[in-house]
């Protein structure tokens, strides 16, 4: 089984994410979280807010609304421009993003009288038309054209309509941004590789507006720091890389972008996009509704639009690039198991408390108190189904970084024994050092 297919089993059978109303024979591109992914997708997400918006002082936080009436997307661009090329096969039905198709993310391609046959059945394809990839709904009870509203397909429309607001809550000065995190819904032409393209997804973006001389330079430093993030997150600088998008690979609202790509197991892929959306979109929303979203320069005594710089990714496809860097297979007393090496600070359960298997009233007692008592400030769980081996074994499959066994030993002399995930190490603590030392082994300045 490869890699992938294996986190992908793991990530179901453990509950981290599985695909949606299965019962019902599930939906393409979207996907259910279980306890253990929602614990991991709020730790990436806690740790972008800290390293994006806590550590600093000049960015702020919205939560702008899912759906929004069809102007927002006329003005951003979206209805016109945010579509995909399609094909479809004229024998078996099957659709295909056409680029995607000739760059051979199908498989190999047949070519007959100049034209790519269907890698599923050699039929013939159609000539290729533009799919726009935006969810329509309407809002009320009536759907009329004047009842159309729009999934967001990006969260960063619902920044730039409020820039006046931000502008008057926080009577601050260029340069500032406003992140958000939250989620957005593409009606991928063909969702795959597990979550990395689905149709529902979260989003964290941060809008940082500059003046327009200073973007160049605010671009770099943001590139920059996002790499730098991907590196603390414990990624292997091997696995991980930059790529500047020439003209033509261009957004129609950008003079520049770079790619954070992973090395995934079909290829280097796209994380994150750092991107110069120069005045583009407050420009447009300006103009589409007639409100003034310009900046008055004090030193200048001058009007200007903002240019702003957008580093853009989601959580989902993070989180798959998360548990393909970690996963491991290792062999440990003659028995393979399966680990995910998480960084201690990612690891969704902190630690395990399993107490030593026996009817003994007093150590079932002392291992639920001690249990109880650091489940206050780490993410635990209690365990006392199985030998201690097997138990070991659950929780490095899903990437605990630490276990505490309680024994006979514990309730002579108050110390547990702490056992290392990755070396399997025990070392023996003192019970009133336990949450000092565990602080210090997961705590990360980001
Ligand atoms: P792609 O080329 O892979 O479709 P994109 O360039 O259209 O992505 P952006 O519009 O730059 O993506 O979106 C910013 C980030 O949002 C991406 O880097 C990715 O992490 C995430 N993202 C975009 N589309 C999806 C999707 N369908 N499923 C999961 N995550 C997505």
């Known amino acids: 089984m490869n890699k992938l297919d294996k986190i992908i089993q793991i990530s179901k059978n453990r509950g981290f994410v599985f695909p949606a109303a299965e019962i019902y024979g599930g939906l393409k591109g979207f996907y259910d979280f279980g306890h253990l992914g929602v614990l991991l997708k709020n730790k990436i997400k806690k740790l972008w807010l800290q390293s994006v918006v806590f550590k600093r002082d000049d960015i702020f936080l919205i939560e702008s609304s899912l759906i929004g009436p069809k102007k927002i997307y006329e003005a951003s661009g979206h209805l016109n421009n945010f579509q ?20 051979g993310e199908y498989g190999k391609i047949e070519i007959k009288n100049n034209k790519p046959l269907c890698p599923l059945c050699k039929g013939q394809l159609t000539e290729e038309k533009q799919f726009n990839l935006m969810f ?33 809550f ?19 032409i063909t969702p795959k590789n597990f979550i990395f393209r689905v149709r529902e997804f979260e989003q964290m973006e941060l809008e940082f507006f500059t003046k327009p001389k200073e973007s160049k330079q605010w671009f770099n430093f943001w590139v920059a720091e996002r790499y730098k993030w991907f590196l603390k997150l414990g990624f292997n600088q091997k696995n991980i890389r930059q790529r500047k998008y ?58 200007i639009i903002p ?23 290792d062999t440990v007393k003659e028995e393979t198991r399966n680990i995910f090496k998480f960084p201690p600070f990612l690891a969704p359960i902190e630690v395990a408390v399993l107490p030593l298997l026996s009817n003994k009233q007093n150590l079932i007692k002392k291992s639920q108190s001690i249990y109880y008592d650091i489940k206050q400030n780490f993410q635990a769980v209690y365990d006392e189904n199985g030998s201690i081996g097997k138990r070991y074994r659950r929780q490095d499959e899903i990437g605990t970084p630490f276990c505490l066994t309680i024994d006979f030993q514990t309730l002579k002399d108050d110390t547990i024994t702490v056992r290392d995930r990755d070396t399997t190490y025990q070392e023996r603590i003192k019970i009133n050092e336990i949450k000092d030392y565990l602080k210090q082994k997961i705590e990360i300045n980001i």
Not at 171 to 184: D, E, H, N, V, Y
Request: glycine share 4%; aromatic share 14%; hydrophobic share 30%.
């Open 307 to 329: 240019y702003v710089i957008e580093p853009s990714l989601g959580v989902e496809r993070l989180m798959l690039a998360i548990l393909l860097e970690f996963y491991n297979e």
């Open 136 to 168: 329509k709904t309407f809002a009320g009870p009536v759907e009329n054209s004047a009842a159309e509203v729009y999934l967001r397909p990006e969260t960063a429309q619902g920044i730039f309509y409020n820039f006046k607001h931000y502008l008057n």
């Open 84 to 103: 995909d090329p399609l094909v479809e096969c004229k024998q078996c039905h099957q659709r295909f993003r056409n680029d995607h198709l000739l760059k």
């Open 246 to 303: 020439n003209k033509k690979e261009l957004a129609h609202y950008s003079t520049a972008t770079i790619d954070i790509e992973y090395k995934f197991p079909w290829g280097w892929d796209e994380v994150e996009g750092i991107a110069n959306r120069t005045d583009y979109d407050l420009k447009n929303h300006s103009q589409y509704s007639q409100e003034d979203l310009s900046y008055f320069d004090q030193t200048t005594k001058k009007k």
């Open 170 to 188: 926080t009577r601050t000065k260029l340069p500032f941004g406003i992140a958000q995190i939250g989620k957005s819904f593409r009606n991928e």
